[in-house]
């Protein structure tokens, strides 16, 4: 198995920050929502999670004719490296099972526990509140001896090549995802509440961009033992030259959401998968 030299996050869809320790944070299946869509319906009205059991149709499927199989991959901790600051943890994806593709979708079953191998302290599964390696003092974590694992769902070809991902979003008029649910294994239960806010320089894109951004993340998250789905959202706004990002990580459902495939972390995968 190759290394990984890319921190993974449990939300793929949230990329490094810069000033930013990526961190272990994923969530729980909650009882029940007021909600007109429950938090465990994709926008087809299914669950996004029966049991164990995950059904998935995709809405872009065509696009993906040559998969074959989807693995069920999670990420472990790898062997610290040194880095210029200090050290830094990468991540590893490793598959834990697979279903087969048809007509456009697959079924997995995630798997009732997961061994202690597979999981991680809270601090390196996904971006979170640590800024600069510490616990922003507006975050409470109720257990941070909580192990977790958050479970990604990658399409390879007939030749074993993984050509997609998939995930459950809401997607906005240009493409982007604004919304996604992920599904989350911990070994106790823990809760994350609070609130974490960053700025700084922006590297403008284009003339006129915004020179500026403010982002704050906002947790309400109650994990239970065991497998738990949760949802990400992330809004934009412009104040005039700073982009302002208001980012919440929630058991409170998400209307919208419908399984999509993308190439993102593709060449990642193939080349540190096994």
């Not at 029940?32 to 299914?46: I, L, P």
């Not at 669950?47 to 995709?58: F, H």
């Not at 990580?249 to 495939?261: N, Q, R």
């Amino acid at each position: 198995m190759k290394r990984l030299v890319l921190m993974m996050i449990p939300a793929l869809i949230c990329g490094m920050r810069k000033n930013v320790t990526c961190v272990a944070i994923l969530l729980i299946l909650a009882g029940s929502f007021s909600s007109c869509q429950s938090k465990n319906e994709d926008d087809a009205g299914g669950p996004l999670l029966s049991g164990n059991r995950i059904t998935a149709k995709v809405a872009n499927a065509s696009a993906y004719s040559n998969v074959v199989e989807v693995k069920l991959v999670v990420f472990i901790e790898g062997d610290p490296i040194p880095v210029v600051n200090g050290t830094y943890t990468p991540m590893l994806p490793i598959e834990l099972s697979s279903g087969d593709w048809v007509d456009g979708g697959f079924v997995i079953e995630l798997p009732e526990t997961l061994a202690p191998g597979y999981l991680n302290a809270i601090f390196y599964d996904c971006i979170g509140p640590f800024v600069h390696g510490h616990l922003q003092p507006t975050i409470t974590i109720s257990n941070k001896n909580v192990k977790v694992s958050s479970a990604y769902f990658a399409g390879v070809d007939k030749d074993g090549n993984v050509v997609a991902t998939f995930s459950p979003v809401r997607l906005d008029k240009d493409g982007n995802n604004v919304d996604e649910a992920f599904f989350t294994f911990v070994d106790s239960d823990v809760t994350i509440s609070g609130y974490a806010k960053e700025e700084g320089h922006a590297h403008p894109a284009y003339e006129g961009a915004p020179s500026w951004f403010e982002i704050t993340t906002n947790y309400s998250v109650e994990w239970e033992k065991g497998w738990n789905v949760w949802f990400f959202s992330r809004h934009h706004a412009v104040s005039g030259h700073t982009l302002i990002t208001t980012e919440q990580w929630s058991i409170t459902p998400v209307s919208g959401l419908k399984w999509y495939g993308s190439e993102k972390f593709v060449d990642m995968l193939n080349e540190n998968l096994n």
